[in-house]
């Protein structure tokens, strides 16, 4: 069980933000919300990860509920580059990630 | 720094057949983990080693065993193939042991069974 819950698909449009919602509700207290995005037929790539507060990258801002029951990955500014497949990721045991099925983000021109 | 490479890129197997696919991990890892994705799913956790133990394992079957060796790199086989194994495998690694420790991804090796 990868203990997270994620639309299958959104799409949005290219220049806009990008929101991508997680919900984590039986997550732990000293389980991290990692955020990994894998472009079709390559590896998973990692984008940002935290535990309560919200964290900004190059890539993306990470924001989560103060409960931990949800978090939102923010790409600010999406292009076509950004099209792929992102897994939203809280059950991790000394480094063994367990996947969801995750969000196929589309964006348009 | 080179990254995490895998070999080979695809490879075509028949039922019953063994396979032994390859990663080299980035330097300076010592934790690689295995995972196989099936066609529209996450990655599934095969199994880890770290320093050339293996220190956890998936909901895989036997036939599905691993090593790692002193210089970290790793092999991951597959006995008695069946035409679920279709899929493609990633290796990924990590600096040590640790739920924060981010994993690095190769690009993968796409095994198709007929």
């Known amino acids: 069980d990868a203990k997270t819950t994620q639309p299958p698909s959104m799409d949005c449009a290219e220049g806009r933000a990008a929101n991508l919602p997680c919900n984590h509700s039986?997550?732990?207290?000293?389980?991290?919300v990692y955020w990994y995005r894998q472009i079709h037929s390559q590896g998973p790539q990692y984008i940002i990860h935290?535990?309560?507060n919200n964290e900004t990258n190059e890539m993306a801002s990470l924001i989560i509920t103060e409960d931990r029951k949800s978090s939102t990955l923010i790409l600010p500014h999406a292009t076509l580059r950004d099209t792929a497949v992102y897994y939203c990721?809280?059950?991790?045991?000394?480094?063994?990630?367990?996947f969801g099925t995750g969000t196929s983000l589309t964006v348009i021109p | 720094e080179t990254g995490v490479t895998q070999s080979p890129t695809h490879l075509i197997k028949t039922r019953g057949q063994q396979v032994t696919l390859r990663c080299s991990s980035q330097?300076?890892?010592?934790?690689v983990s295995w995972y196989q994705q099936a066609l529209g799913q996450g990655p599934q956790f095969i199994f880890q080693?770290?320093?050339?133990?293996?220190?956890g394992r998936g909901n895989f079957p036997p036939r599905f065993s691993g090593l790692q060796f002193p210089n970290y790199s790793s092999e991951l086989n597959v006995n008695a193939l069946e035409l679920d194994d279709s899929a493609l495998y990633l290796c990924?690694?990590?600096?040590?042991?640790?739920?924060?420790?981010?994993?690095?991804f190769g690009p993968g090796t796409r095994l198709t069974v007929l």
């Open positions: 990924a690694s990590s600096l040590s042991l640790g739920s924060h420790n981010e994993q690095f």
């Open positions: 039986t997550i732990s207290g000293n389980e991290y």
């Open positions: 935290g535990l309560k």
């Open positions: 990721i809280v059950r991790v045991i000394l480094s063994q990630f367990y």
């Open positions: 330097s300076g890892h010592n934790t």
């Open positions: 080693y770290y320093r050339e133990e293996e220190n």
